[in-house]
């Protein structure tokens, strides 16, 4: 079982930035694909940006030039978010996708809230 644990989340105003995090409780975080997804109030759960074991990111192209995704290698991965507006808020959550011989493996975090203000 992996724990995750996001922070980072808050009020801003529109143009603002913002940082987020979420921590891993697992010694095998480099056999996991890292994602952060956004669900705003009232709509689903939707991928806004994703980390590889390797390294590769993607975007949703709603956040593509404003939002990069990061990950210390260890156990923690990042989402940095500038020029925010005020359709980026809602919950922000963190997902580990397990890969190779834990496929299948998929945990996600609590979220943290990001409202930014107009």
């Known amino acids: 079982q992996v724990q995750l644990v996001e922070s980072g989340g808050g009020l801003v105003q529109a143009g603002g930035s913002l940082g987020l995090s979420c921590t891993a409780s697992t010694s095998s975080f480099r056999w996991y694909r890292m994602g952060w997804y956004h669900q705003a109030p009232g709509k689903q759960r939707e991928l806004v940006a994703q980390?590889?074991?390797?390294?590769?990111r993607n975007y949703a192209d709603s956040v593509k030039g404003r939002f990069t995704i990061s990950s210390d290698a260890e156990n923690t991965v990042y989402l940095q978010m500038i020029a925010l507006k005020p359709e980026d808020t809602g919950v922000y959550y963190c997902k580990a996708e397990g890969t190779r011989q834990y496929r299948g493996r998929d945990y996600w975090g609590q979220g943290t809230q990001v409202t930014v203000t107009s």
């Open positions: 980390i590889t074991n390797s390294g590769t």
